[in-house]
């Protein structure tokens, strides 16, 4: 590099971004520059660890006296210092979200006492997450919790007490959370001009790592850290993989970098040293649309051995699974490691038939998006409502729903079962085997604490709905029933509502096909415990992941599902008509392209659905964008 006051690199995907600011350190410290006066901002404490580890092999020399961390691990550091400026005691502690969600939770107990008790109230994790995302993109909560849920727009006073006693207690616990790091750091550093000063003077060299990911509170901290008159603010990323925007990442602070800084540098590396150049064919023509962007083509440092990736469009959704799962089955059996292969989708819930598909071929896989299907809270909720309605003896399905109502512990839930097992079975004794019993009848013949009487009766009106009168329901309409009355419960008391219900709806037409109510629940019960014992078995998995989890990853062999217009990109963004949305959606898919090492195969379904009824499905718009020459199809 020039002796540039300021430098923007834009490191394509596998262009050795880590190895470049690696190198940069180490270079600084060859040139005598004295490791305390560099600065190297990270968002994981791993990239950081690997890359000091990688100077100190480089250069001979011990890196420890490098300022180089997370952007919490070093406003910790600094604040250690100087906290008391800001009113704290010595010796502050940091809680983690543990501790957040204790202390949350006795607030809502403390101030929705003198609530109605039937009205669904967010739950303390809700509640921290708006407020996490208020501070990180320096928006206003109440804006927030307006736009996104507008349900509890009528909680908006009791949320602000509960917020007010949250930032007191934590004040007079001598205590901060995470949020509060970046917080009190950026008000030192406004506040007091001796810190920043001091601060500014120490550090000639402050290098920031995934730039494109910074939200407001970061990026306001970097130009005060890198402000200094001598200071030179180096920052490596790329605009192409900003993909985080829904937790308060603005990927205009790299476009507008040069703006801010008029005397910085750009430098471009575009050579590639993962890929096969197919994939890398495919990965330049799925960016070239962006208009928002540094341009830059990525270069293959590998030689390519002639093979296309595939496009596969199947004929529904349990083909796509099955499709995919045999060819990971052929790729095992010709030796391939499972570790190293992947199969990526855009949503956790696009997941469900290909982890049943590979349950029932017994091939091992983990899956980081999330919990396994079966055993997430929201499905396991739904399944106990059909278990309980198949079972009126079914213990365990019965204190599951009781216990997601308020005032209803473990000791409560007990009665409360005892109390139903003597009425059920009175009811039984009281009409012949053909007459059909209504659970409402049981609505006054069993104790309920009254802070739950409304929820116990919309339960005991939801099981009634599963029999209609005058018709059957299938399994699948069932599901659909159960989540219609559970909606209101999952809307408050989850950030990802939608992305459960999604989930719930992806149960009802992935098992559709069953006879009855018993072969559902046998299926589910056999497919969740199969699951187990497959999760089990040796560490060498394939992975199941979302895209977004997936970012920094690589493996030989990459599967991305679901490429359904609608699907990918989702039909929110197609019909929100956002341009920069959409753009963020075609870097979520070249995320996704440059994770492929050798082969890459595509897929959607072109008969598929986000609810059970299922509808017809177009291929993406990011496949039809793609030159025909770049890709083979595979008919199915």
């Not at 495919?282 to 296309?308: C, M, S, W, Y």
């Not at 069932?478 to 219900?501: G, K, S, W």
Request: hydrophobic fraction near 40%; charge should be negative.
């Amino acid at each position: 590099m020039t002796q540039a006051q300021h430098a923007l690199v834009i490191a394509g995907a596998g262009s050795g971004k880590t190895r470049t600011l690696t190198y940069r350190v180490a270079w600084l410290l060859s040139r005598g520059v004295p490791g305390w006066r560099i600065l190297l901002l990270t968002f994981t404490n791993k990239a950081a660890h690997e890359m000091l580890e990688r100077v100190q092999k480089l250069v001979g020399m011990q890196s420890g006296t490098i300022w180089g961390g997370t952007f919490h691990s070093i406003a910790n550091r600094i604040l250690r210092s100087h906290a008391e400026r800001l009113g704290y005691r010595p010796g502050f502690t940091i809680i983690d979200s543990d501790d957040q969600k204790a202390l949350m939770r006795a607030l809502v107990k403390q101030h929705v006492g003198k609530q109605n008790k039937n009205d669904p109230f967010p739950k303390p994790e809700l509640l921290l997450n708006i407020l996490s995302l208020a501070t990180n993109t320096g928006r206003d909560w109440e804006e927030l919790l307006g736009m996104n849920y507008p349900s509890l727009k009528k909680h908006v006073q009791t949320v602000a007490a509960i917020y007010t006693d949250y930032a007191q207690r934590k004040r007079e616990a001598n205590t901060m959370d995470f949020d509060d790091l970046l917080v009190k750091l950026l008000e030192l550093l406004r506040q007091h001009e001796e810190v920043r000063s001091m601060l500014q003077g120490r550090f000639l060299h402050v290098l920031v790592d995934e730039y494109q990911d910074t939200n407001v509170l970061q990026d306001r901290i970097i130009s005060l850290l890198g402000g200094g008159q001598h200071t030179c603010l180096e920052a490596v990323g790329d605009d192409a993989q900003s993909i985080y925007s829904w937790r308060g990442a603005q990927v205009d602070h790299i476009f507008k970098f040069t703006e801010r800084y008029p005397d910085a540098e750009v430098y471009k590396i575009e050579t590639n040293y993962r890929s096969l150049p197919a994939i890398l064919e495919i990965a330049n023509a799925t960016i070239a649309g962006n208009e928002r962007q540094f341009h830059k083509v990525l270069q293959p440092n590998r030689q390519g051995d002639g093979r296309l990736p595939t496009i596969y469009p199947a004929p529904d959704n349990r083909t796509e699974a099955m499709y995919v799962a045999q060819r990971i089955a052929e790729l095992i059996d010709y030796g391939e490691k499972p570790a190293e292969i992947a199969v990526l989708y855009r949503a956790h819930f696009h997941s469900l038939d290909i982890q049943m598909e590979l349950t029932r071929r017994h091939i091992p896989y983990r899956i980081t998006s999330g919990l396994r299907f079966f055993e997430q809270a929201h499905v396991k909720d739904v399944v106990a409502y059909l278990r309980l309605l198949a079972n009126p003896n079914d213990e365990t399905a019965f204190r599951r729903i009781v216990s997601t109502f308020p005032k209803v512990g473990e000791i409560s839930a007990g009665n409360m079962w005892i109390n139903w097992q003597k009425a059920w079975q009175d009811a039984v004794n009281e009409k012949p085997p053909t007459s059909r019993r209504r659970h409402t009848d049981l609505a006054n013949k069993v104790h309920v604490p009254a802070a739950a009487q409304a929820h116990w009766n919309a339960m005991l009106d939801t099981l009634d709905g599963l029999q209609p009168e005058d018709h059957e329901l299938t399994p699948a309409e069932m599901v659909m029933h159960v989540l219609q009355r559970i909606d209101p419960f999952l809307r408050a008391q989850y950030e990802n509502a939608e992305e459960r219900m999604e989930d719930i709806e992806q149960l009802a037409r992935s098992l559709s096909d069953a006879e009855n109510l018993d072969d559902f629940l046998s299926q589910v019960a056999l497919l969740s415990e199969t699951d187990r014992e497959v999760s089990a078995q040796e560490d060498d998995k394939i992975t199941l992941s979302t895209i977004h989890q997936a970012k920094g990853l690589e493996w030989n062999h990459v599967f991305i599902m679901f490429l359904g217009e609608g699907l990918f990109p989702h039909y929110r963004i197609i019909n929100g008509c956002d341009p920069a949305e959409m753009e963020e959606e075609t870097r979520l898919f070249y995320v996704a392209v440059t994770r492929a090492k050798d082969r890459l195969t595509l897929s959607y379904p072109r008969y598929n659905g986000h609810s059970y009824e299922g509808q017809f499905c177009h291929p993406s718009r990011f496949l039809t964008a793609l030159p025909p020459e770049l890709y083979e199809v595979e008919q199915g």
